[in-house]
C-alpha cells in the first residue's frame, strides 16, 4: 500500500483566502481558487494554518455581501466511511491566523454524495491545542459511503452574527492509518536500553519522561500489556502540535493505572549527531517517516493510539485529545 507523506495534511486543499465563496441554498459554499505561484505550506502545518497561498487583506465577502470572518479548515488528514473523529477549525482571512476561540461556538453538518438535504448540526467541542494561541474543534461523524461530501460550518461568534459555510471534502472508502478495531502492527520502536541509556539518542522532547522509553511496541504485544503510543517528534514537528500533545499526555500518565505502559516515539528517521537528534533528510530536503510510521500507517504528526492487552486498538487520536478522551481510553484498555 503506498503511504502518504508524512505531514499534518488537511483532509480537502487548504481553505484560504485565496478560495472564492459562493452562495448555494442559503449558505456560503467555499470552494478552491487558482493558487498563487510558489511554494504553498505543507496543508495542515501550523503554517498551513496561519498564512494562505495567494492571501489577501481584502476578505471575502459572503451571500449578502457581508464580510466571511471565518473560513473553516477540516485539519482531520483521512476521514473514511464509517465513524469518524472530525477535528476543525477556522482562519482569519484578514490576518490570515487562526482564530477558533472558546468564544466562537460550531456546529457541523454533512451532505452525501448525490444529496441535497444536510445532516443534523453536531456541536463542535472546543479544544486548546495550543494554550491561548490554537484552537480546534472536535465533533464526531458517520459517513455511509465514499465520495465528494459537503461539510456545512454553522458557527456564531460572541455578539456577532451567525454564519452558515459550506465546504467540500472527501470521504475514503478505507483509511491508511491503523484504526480502532485493527490489530497494532507488532514494530519494534526504539528503548532507553537501545540507548544505552543515553535518553537524547531516542527522543527530541527536551523535557523527556524516562518510562516512555523503556518498552517497544512489539515487547508490550508479546507481553499482553496494555498501552498509550504516542508519535510525536517536539523537535522536527511540522504541524507544531507534537510537543504541546506530547507533554498532555505525559501529565495523563500521573495518574493512569500502573498496568498501563506509555510509549514516545519519533516518527521521522532520526541521527544522533554533534550531541542532539537531526533528521534524515531526502533528497529534495524532506523529512523521511520511519518504518514505525510507515507501520501504522501515519498521514500526519502527532498521533496517539491505544492499544489493549490482546493488541487490538481502542483509540485513533490525530493531533489533539481531550482529557475526557484520554483518561476514558485509558480506563478501557486498563480493564480489558
Same mark, same amino acid.
Given at each position: 500500500m503506498?503511504?502518504?507523506?508524512?505531514?499534518f495534511v488537511?483532509a480537502?486543499?487548504?481553505?484560504?483566502?485565496a478560495?472564492?465563496? /459562493?452562495d448555494q441554498?442559503?449558505f456560503?459554499v467555499?470552494?478552491?481558487a487558482? +493558487?498563487?505561484?510558489?511554494a504553498?505550506?505543507s496543508?495542515?502545518s501550523?503554517?498551513?494554518?496561519?498564512?494562505a497561498?495567494?492571501?489577501?487583506?481584502?476578505?471575502a465577502?459572503?451571500s449578502?455581501?457581508s464580510?466571511l470572518?471565518?473560513?473553516p479548515?477540516?485539519?482531520?488528514?483521512?476521514?473514511?466511511?464509517?465513524?469518524n473523529? /472530525? /477535528?476543525?477549525?477556522f482562519?482569519?482571512?484578514k490576518?490570515?491566523?487562526?482564530?477558533?476561540?472558546?468564544?466562537?461556538?460550531?456546529?457541523?453538518?454533512? @451532505?452525501?454524495?448525490?444529496? =441535497?438535504e444536510?445532516?443534523?448540526?453536531?456541536?463542535?467541542?472546543?479544544?486548546w491545542?495550543?494554550?491561548?494561541?490554537?484552537?480546534?474543534?472536535?465533533?464526531?461523524?458517520?459517513?455511509a459511503?465514499?465520495?465528494?461530501?459537503?461539510?456545512?460550518?454553522?458557527?456564531?461568534?460572541?455578539?456577532?452574527?451567525?454564519?452558515?459555510?459550506?465546504?467540500?471534502? &472527501?470521504v475514503l472508502?478505507?483509511? &491508511?492509518?491503523i484504526? @480502532?478495531g485493527?490489530h497494532?502492527?507488532?514494530?519494534?520502536?526504539?528503548?532507553?536500553? $537501545?540507548?544505552?541509556?543515553?535518553?537524547?539518542?531516542?527522543?527530541? $522532547?527536551?523535557t523527556?519522561d524516562?518510562?516512555?522509553?523503556?518498552?517497544? /511496541?512489539?515487547q508490550?504485544?508479546?507481553?499482553? =500489556?496494555?498501552?498509550i503510543?504516542v508519535?510525536?517528534?517536539?523537535?522536527?514537528?511540522?504541524?507544531?502540535?507534537?510537543?504541546? =500533545?506530547?507533554?498532555?499526555v505525559?501529565?495523563?500518565?500521573?495518574s493512569?493505572p500502573?498496568?498501563v505502559?506509555? @510509549?514516545?516515539?519519533e516518527?521521522?528517521?532520526? =541521527?544522533?549527531?554533534?550531541?542532539?537528534?537531526?533528521?534524515v533528510l531526502d533528497?529534495?530536503?524532506?523529512?523521511?517517516?520511519n518504518?514505525?510510521?510507515?507501520?501504522?500507517?501515519?498521514?500526519s504528526?502527532?498521533?496517539?493510539?491505544?492499544?489493549?492487552?490482546?493488541?487490538? +486498538?481502542?483509540?485513533?487520536f490525530?493531533?489533539?485529545? &481531550?482529557?475526557?478522551e484520554?483518561s476514558?481510553?485509558i480506563a478501557?484498555?486498563?480493564?480489558?
Amino acid at each position: 500500500m503506498r503511504r502518504l507523506p508524512l505531514a499534518f495534511v488537511v483532509a480537502i486543499a487548504l481553505v484560504a483566502v485565496a478560495c472564492k465563496p /459562493v452562495d448555494q441554498g442559503g449558505f456560503v459554499v467555499v470552494t478552491q481558487a487558482p +493558487v498563487a505561484t510558489g511554494a504553498a505550506p505543507s496543508a495542515g502545518s501550523s503554517a498551513a494554518l496561519s498564512t494562505a497561498p495567494g492571501a489577501s487583506s481584502t476578505g471575502a465577502t459572503a451571500s449578502g455581501g457581508s464580510t466571511l470572518a471565518y473560513y473553516p479548515v477540516i485539519i482531520s488528514s483521512q476521514l473514511a466511511v464509517g465513524e469518524n473523529r /472530525v /477535528v476543525f477549525s477556522f482562519i482569519d482571512p484578514k490576518t490570515q491566523l487562526p482564530n477558533g476561540t472558546p468564544d466562537l461556538a460550531a456546529a457541523i453538518s454533512f @451532505i452525501a454524495p448525490g444529496t =441535497t438535504e444536510p445532516t443534523p448540526a453536531v456541536q463542535g467541542e472546543f479544544v486548546w491545542a495550543i494554550e491561548g494561541t490554537r484552537g480546534e474543534y472536535i465533533a464526531h461523524a458517520t459517513f455511509a459511503s465514499a465520495g465528494d461530501w459537503k461539510a456545512i460550518f454553522l458557527i456564531a461568534p460572541k455578539g456577532g452574527t451567525q454564519q452558515a459555510i459550506g465546504l467540500p471534502f &472527501t470521504v475514503l472508502l478505507k483509511p &491508511t492509518v491503523i484504526s @480502532i478495531g485493527d490489530h497494532a502492527p507488532n514494530t519494534k520502536t526504539p528503548t532507553l536500553s $537501545d540507548a544505552g541509556g543515553d535518553i537524547r539518542r531516542i527522543s527530541s $522532547d527536551t523535557t523527556p519522561d524516562p518510562t516512555f522509553y523503556q518498552v517497544s /511496541v512489539d515487547q508490550a504485544l508479546s507481553r499482553q =500489556t496494555p498501552f498509550i503510543l504516542v508519535f510525536a517528534t517536539p523537535a522536527f514537528c511540522r504541524s507544531a502540535q507534537c510537543g504541546p =500533545t506530547l507533554d498532555f499526555v505525559k501529565k495523563a500518565k500521573a495518574s493512569a493505572p500502573a498496568s498501563v505502559a506509555f @510509549i514516545n516515539v519519533e516518527p521521522y528517521n532520526l =541521527t544522533y549527531t554533534d550531541g542532539r537528534l537531526q533528521p534524515v533528510l531526502d533528497s529534495a530536503g524532506n523529512l523521511v517517516p520511519n518504518d514505525a510510521s510507515n507501520a501504522w500507517g501515519l498521514p500526519s504528526e502527532p498521533w496517539i493510539f491505544a492499544v489493549d492487552r490482546n493488541g487490538v +486498538v481502542q483509540g485513533s487520536f490525530e493531533g489533539i485529545v &481531550t482529557q475526557q478522551e484520554l483518561s476514558d481510553v485509558i480506563a478501557k484498555i486498563a480493564a480489558s
